[in-house]
């Protein structure tokens, strides 16, 4: 079935650093990839998304690219900030053989960011 | 705009007590979904609905109870309350079920078995 595995956590940086997350995923046909955020005492939000291979998603300094070839979609930014601290889900779009997918999402295990003054 | 709302924020039952957890969405989504978020795990989906009147279930959804008789709404019934309930529970909509299509969520209901 399909799985979305996350780098452990949690992760501290000093603000200004760059920052990596990693995200791997299985599943079957082409999914939609996420990755969702949740701060401190709220519901997630989508940060960004990419819906075929080689598509870049972006928003607010971080990036992800969807690479079919390591079915990897890591999380980037050059210059995290003290605000960026929250936790961070990568996630896949379900395709049933059918390829609907009822929007039902796949969710790793998140990746709790600390970042520091 | 509220966007999706959930009631209570806080909740503790003792075991095999029931309650109701709200959900309302003001956005006229058609997809509603209730996941549970355990400690260092990711959301798992409890139930979906397509639409009013059609709900199936997710991946874990023993011991738990949706009905969908308005767009708007999405409430989640635990019977028989256990311990391995005690969870934080958010309710999620959007537009359509495509497989690119953002998901709303709200701020999540924490809920304690003891």
């Known amino acids: 079935g399909n799985s979305v595995t996350q780098m452990e956590g949690p992760v501290t940086l000093s603000e200004e650093a760059f920052l990596t997350i990693n995200c791997t995923y299985t599943?079957?046909?082409?999914?939609?990839l996420f990755w969702y955020v949740q701060y401190p005492g709220e519901g997630l939000q989508l940060l960004l998304k990419?819906?075929?291979?080689?598509d870049k998603g972006s928003n607010k300094g971080f990036e992800a690219t969807y690479r079919k070839e390591t079915t990897s979609f890591h999380l980037e930014k050059g210059s995290v900030q003290v605000s960026d601290s929250a936790v961070y889900f990568c996630?896949?779009?379900?395709?049933?053989?059918?390829?609907?997918?009822?929007?039902?999402?796949?969710f790793g295990q998140g990746t709790i960011l600390t970042v520091h003054p | 705009n509220a966007g999706v709302t959930q009631t209570p924020k806080f909740r503790i039952l003792k075991i095999g007590q029931s309650m109701t957890l709200q959900c309302t969405q003001d956005m006229n989504h058609n997809y509603m979904y209730w996941y549970r978020q355990d400690p260092g795990m990711g959301l798992k989906l409890i139930y979906y609905s397509v639409g009013a009147g059609i709900t199936d279930k997710g991946e874990v959804p023993n011991g738990y109870n949706v009905s969908r008789s308005t767009t708007e709404d999405f409430p989640l019934r635990l019977e028989l309350a256990a311990p391995s309930q005690t969870s934080v529970y958010f309710c999620a909509s959007s537009y359509a079920g495509g497989g690119a299509n953002e998901q709303f969520f709200g701020p999540g209901t924490r809920l304690t078995v003891l």
């Open positions: 996630a896949l779009s379900h395709l049933s053989s059918g390829g609907t997918s009822y929007g039902k999402l796949t």
């Open positions: 990419a819906t075929k291979a080689d």
């Open positions: 599943a079957t046909g082409y999914p939609s």
